[in-house]
């Protein structure tokens, strides 16, 4: 059996010219890894992007909860449209400015705390963000309950702020943005305008992207209900493309 006869089917989808791909990264478009720096991006990937955009006349994006210049250091300016921080910034076309919601700044209090708990538990790494806090415990999963008790203590006494549940992580972020938010604003302007909207996503941060799409009028695929995996997404997006047996419309 084909890997393709398993995957989500393609005869649905609008042409190429009205169709467009909203997509994470990590756990979507890459493998997830130990640390955010180590994904790899397989090979192939880059190139099967580049064909999406030209047939999708550029109506391409990323959406992830990684900062923008991070999503630059892997796939360069193949993503037609980035969003970062999971719609906190927002980078419309390759070169143009990065927009940024105007958020509160995360109290250096908590920050400071959460350094603190790093240093109690060996394998919690903190990631800063502009806007935001990520407490990861990838390295020290039974860490995950008292780093989460730090963090609802926190977001209790400040109602701008609320925790994402992410896979090993728990991320305090400014409440009302999402990447459903991300979605919505990508969608308004061109060259995604007008388009049907197909999100892809892993997590539980990614079903506001779904929601948002299916409420265009479009699709949402999440890892595992739909695609088995990463290279599963990579196959398909490089089918549709025209990289492999061309699916669209099969």
């Keep these: 059996m084909s890997l393709m006869s398993f995957l989500p089917r ?14 994470d990264f990590d756990g979507t478009l890459v ?4 640390t955010p720096e180590s994904v790899k991006v397989q090979a192939g990937l880059l190139a099967t ?14 959406i992830s909860g990684r900062p923008i210049d991070q999503i630059d250091f892997f796939l360069g300016d193949v993503p037609y449209a980035v969003a970062g921080e999971h719609g906190i910034a927002i980078r419309r076309s390759p070169g143009a400015p990065i927009q940024r919601a105007n958020l509160p ?6 920050l400071k705390q959460a350094d603190e708990l790093a240093a109690k538990y ?13 407490l990861h415990f990838r390295g020290a999963p039974d860490a995950g309950p008292a780093l989460r008790h730090a963090a609802e203590a926190w977001v209790a006494t400040d109602p701008r702020f609320h925790i994402q549940e ?26 995604f305008v007008g388009r049907y909207p197909v999100f892809i996503g892993d997590d539980v941060t990614d079903e506001d992207g779904i929601r948002a799409a299916v409420a265009l009028g479009g699709m949402g695929f999440r890892i ?15 089918a ?9 419309g099969a």
């Design 10 to 23: 393609s005869g649905d989808l609008p042409p190429p010219d009205r169709t467009a791909f909203l997509l």
């Design 31 to 34: 493998e997830i890894a130990p």
């Design 49 to 62: 992007l580049r064909r999406l955009r030209r047939k999708c006349g550029n109506a391409v994006a990323v």
């Design 105 to 110: 700044a995360v109290p250096a209090a908590w």
């Design 122 to 134: 060996p394998g919690v790494r903190i990631e800063r963000k502009k806007a935001a806090v990520v």
């Design 166 to 191: 992410a896979k090993m992580a728990w991320e305090i972020r400014p409440a009302g943005i999402d990447k459903g938010h991300a979605v919505r604003d990508l969608m308004a302007a061109a060259p």
């Design 224 to 238: 595992p209900r739909d695609f088995p995996d990463p290279a599963a997404v990579r196959a398909w997006l490089a």
């Design 240 to 248: 549709l493309s025209g990289g492999g047996d061309d699916a669209w």
